[in-house]
């Protein structure tokens, strides 16, 4: 009786934590900027590629534009499936599926609102990618083909 109430208990309060993809935005990354900001939700992107690297990462801010660019770069003509989510609690997490990120893990420098990037092994065909962020920001996330890059837009 105590057993079952315990485990009742638990899966309470697990689920009381668990992301509620029905209150969550949920949209489809474009292969072109749309110039529309968004500051929580989900993304995804489906993608034939089987096997990718993650080759780079890098970051540009032009003052008059109001955001800094951030780009992954990957060694295939398009990118790879992904799923990606922003948090409330400054964090943007982006799963890539059937990748991998070259030896030395890619940083930025000199970033406005990135305060870190953390590249996780998730397992031996996914790669998570995770920003931590210095404050309150939105995204503007499209990608670029040929070859493949996701770019994101941080204001």
């Not at 668990?18 to 968004?38: C, D, G, Y």
């Not at 951030?70 to 398009?78: G, L, M």
């Not at 990748?99 to 998570?128: C, E, G, H, R, W």
Request: proline share 3%.
């Amino acid at each position: 009786m105590k057993l079952s109430l315990l485990i009742l208990c638990l899966f309470t309060v697990i689920s009381a934590f668990a992301q509620n993809l029905m209150e969550e935005r949920i949209w489809r990354v474009s292969p072109r900027k749309k110039s529309i900001f968004l500051d929580s939700g989900v993304f995804h992107k489906n993608s034939d590629v089987k096997s990718s690297n993650i080759v780079g990462l890098r970051n540009s801010a032009v003052s008059g534009r109001g955001y800094e660019r951030i780009v992954v770069d990957f060694n295939t003509p398009a990118i790879p499936k992904l799923y990606g989510h922003i948090t409330t609690n400054k964090k943007l997490s982006i799963d890539f599926f059937d990748t991998a990120v070259v030896a030395a893990q890619p940083q930025l420098k000199d970033s406005k609102f990135i305060k870190s990037v953390d590249f996780i092994n998730v397992d031996t065909k996914t790669i998570t990618m995770e920003m931590t962020l210095k404050g309150k920001t939105s995204f503007d996330i499209f990608y670029l083909e040929n070859p493949g890059r996701l770019v994101i837009d941080v204001r």
